[in-house]
Structures are given as C-alpha cells and as structure tokens.
C-alpha cells in the first residue's frame, strides 16, 4: 500500500531564504508526483508535475526533483516571499486511475517579512 | 487547464440535515473526483464520479452517506446526508486534464 509522508510538518523562514520540502513515498512504481499549495480553508492549486521518466521539473521560482528509486521528492523555492506561505502538499497516483491521489499530509511554510 | 467553479464556498449547518455542494468545469472531462479533508488532515478520496454511471466509492464511504450525480460531462453534485459534527470537514472537488488533477476552491462544511 503506497504510503506519502511530508517532512518537515512545519517550516519557518525569513524572506529571501532558500528552502526545500521532502516528500518521499513508499512504492517507487509511480506514474507520477504532483506538487500542490493550499491556502488556509481553500481549495488546492497544481504546482509541477513530474513524469515517472523524469528527474526535476522548474516553474519560476520552483524547481522540484524526483528520484524513484529511493521513493522521494524535493520542492525547491528560491528566494522565498511572504506570498510563498501556504501548505505543500504532494501526490502520487495509487495506480493507473491518476485521479486518485494519495496525498501527504503536508508542510505548512510560513516566510516571515 | 481546468477551471473548476464549486459551490458553496461555505455553510454551517445543523445536525440531521443534507448538504448538496455544486462542481461546474469550464471543460468537459470524463472523470470527475471528490475529496474530503478533515480538520489538520490530508486530503482523502470518496468517490470517483463518470458521465452514465453510478460513482465509484472508496473504502469507509457509501452511496447513501454521500450520493453522487453526474448528469453531463461538466457537471456533478456530492450531497453530504444526514449530517454530524464529524461531517465537518472540506470538500474539494476535482478533475483530471492530461495527468493533472485540478481542484475546485473547495467547501468548508461545519455542522452543529
């Protein structure tokens, strides 16, 4: 049974900082990993999406990597902003249904100004 | 993209009662998904909804708790029935486009 686990839980950082979230998943046989922010009470928002064949995908300031074989993910943020706070939360597929995520259970990023 | 209008945002409502939250996408997709969030919890699916058929429900979910529709291709409903304090939750909505899954903004449920 796949398994999604998110550390830290929590971060807090000063603005310009550069951070990373791991996220690492327990069946590396994935179609998939998807990045997303949740804002408090609202909805979620896709961020990257890496196919199983890929290493790393980049939007803007966000560059996430993804190595299968030893089941984990990194989103990186550069230069981070008070904008930037949020929940990260990230999937994979459970099988080839890949609307059916298994999500972790995310890191809530606080920049501080 | 998608762009996924759920309604309503919000409602507080009381013990016993039914809920129907509304999925509207800008784009026909043929699979439609709903998610439960919990208070400080990760998201969790409840069913998987398609066009003509009856919606396929997750372990510890059932149709009469949470009756799905999905009359067209851009549309479909979850109603919450029955309603107890530990509905309250949020309920998200989603589509697949390409091997994307977009959201709705999501209903915040809370129940008296």
């Known amino acids: 049974k796949q398994e999604v686990t998110q550390i830290p839980a929590a971060l807090s950082v000063p603005e310009g900082e550069n951070l990373v979230l791991n996220c690492s998943f327990t069946d590396s046989a994935i179609y998939n990993l998807q990045w997303f922010r949740q804002d408090p009470g609202k909805g979620l928002t896709s961020l990257l999406l890496i196919q199983s064949s890929q290493r790393e995908q980049t939007s803007g300031r966000l560059n996430a990597s993804l190595d299968k074989s030893s089941g984990r993910s990194t989103l990186y943020i550069a230069a981070s902003q008070p904008g930037d706070s949020a929940t990260y939360l990230c999937?994979?597929?459970?099988?080839?249904?890949?609307?059916?995520?298994?999500f972790g259970q995310g890191t809530t990023l606080q920049v501080k100004p | 993209s998608a762009v996924i209008s759920q309604k309503p945002s919000r409602d507080i409502c009381q013990r016993g009662t039914s809920l129907t939250i509304q999925c509207q996408v800008d784009?026909?997709?043929?699979?439609m998904f709903w998610y439960r969030q919990q208070p400080g919890q990760s998201l969790t699916l409840i069913a998987t909804a398609n066009q003509g058929s009856e919606a396929t429900y997750e372990s510890g979910f059932v149709i009469d708790k949470f009756p799905i529709s999905r009359p067209n291709l851009t549309f479909s409903t979850l109603t919450v029935s029955n309603m107890s304090p530990e509905d309250s939750s949020i309920y998200l909505c989603?589509?697949?486009?390409?091997?994307?899954?977009?959201f709705g903004s999501g209903t915040q449920l809370s129940v008296l």
């Open positions: 784009s026909q997709v043929t699979m």
């Open positions: 989603s589509a697949t486009v390409g091997e994307k899954l977009f």
């Open positions: 999937a994979v597929p459970s099988s080839s249904n890949t609307g059916k995520l298994i």
